[in-house]
């Protein structure tokens, strides 16, 4: 295949694209943060922008369009909504009307923050009700994508991984904090299935093998609250696991209100492609090893 891969600088995009490169062709797009990589040739495109997504999308003719890039930090969604609208739903509008002109699958990456998080639990039958910016934007691109492609694939998730630009993300803000000693909070009863970047990254190419098309979510095997999920971390990378505190949800500071339990409910997917959803622990000992690995390969070019 021929894939053409959006925000390969992100979590899921740059795990995804060095996955992929090993079997097909990929090429990739960032925004603000170049890299290099082994056989995935990059270039700087804004989703902003929809003649340079069009010039450059239409230039490579993909097969297949996964777009994973988005604007994905929930609280400068709510100050800055109409950034959000322009790169969640507009950008994804063009990514869609390329791949419809191309012929081209177009695989969107969604969120679980399309649920309000009442109840937890989602299958794809359940109908969105998306309580901040982040979310509706992130359920207009899904729209979008579902109108102009019946052929498309929208995958809802929530992810965790390691991050190759200088920001931290769930895994490295714990780490952080425990290894220099300092105690962090975590909500006892806000709840989700993560799943580590690779592990999607797996699973996103399976279906592409699988022809698959629609709706699936694809979250971890397992229910975990914010807190328990920092408890894991802290025990899986040898840190007190006694600096994470406990505190209830409705302690939540933050601009965007936030779904108490967005957690989904994969079978789905599991029965489609025959797969097992990994647990927490699965997903972190798999981050452990390939961020080692990335270390490694970091230092040997140094």
């Avoid at 990456?109 to 309580?131: A, H, L, M, N, Q």
């Avoid at 991984?161 to 425990?178: A, C, H, R, Y």
């Avoid at 328990?228 to 939540?252: D, T």
Wanted: with cysteine; proline share 4%; net charge neutral.
């Amino acid at each position: 295949m021929k894939l053409f891969i959006t925000g390969v600088s992100g979590m899921l995009g740059n795990r995804l694209a060095r996955l992929a490169a090993a079997n097909h062709q990929v090429w990739g797009s960032y925004s603000s943060f170049p890299l290099s990589m082994t056989k995935v040739k990059s270039f700087a495109m804004k989703l902003e922008d929809e003649a340079q997504v069009r010039e450059l999308a239409l230039g490579l003719r993909p097969e297949v369009i996964v777009h994973t890039a988005a604007l994905t930090d929930v609280d400068q969604c709510e100050r800055d909504p109409d950034r959000a609208y322009r790169i969640n739903v507009q950008g994804t509008e063009t990514l869609a009307m390329v791949a419809e002109r191309l012929g081209a699958k177009l695989v969107y990456i969604s969120t679980d923050y399309v649920f309000d998080g009442k109840r937890g639990d989602y299958v794809e039958t359940d109908s969105p009700c998306p309580v901040n910016v982040y979310g509706r934007t992130k359920l207009g691109g899904e729209e979008m994508v579902r109108s102009r492609l019946p052929g498309s694939l929208v995958i809802r998730t929530s992810i965790f991984g390691f991050n190759i630009q200088p920001k931290t993300g769930m895994v490295e803000s714990v780490m952080n904090s425990l290894e220099k000693g300092k105690s962090l909070t975590r909500f006892s009863d806000q709840f989700s299935t993560p799943i580590y970047t690779g592990d999607l990254s797996r699973l996103v190419l399976g279906l592409l093998e699988h022809g698959s098309t629609g709706l699936f979510h694809v979250g971890g095997g397992e229910k975990v609250s914010r807190y328990s999920f920092a408890v894991k971390i802290a025990r899986l990378f040898s840190l007190p696991q006694e600096g994470v505190r406990p505190i209830p949800f409705k302690h939540l500071e933050g601009l965007a209100e936030r779904p108490r339990d967005s957690s989904l409910y994969g079978k789905k997917i599991e029965d489609h492609i025959g797969v097992r959803l990994p647990e927490v622990e699965e997903g972190l000992m798999r981050l452990k090893e390939d961020f080692k690995l990335h270390l490694e390969s970091r230092t040997s070019r140094d």
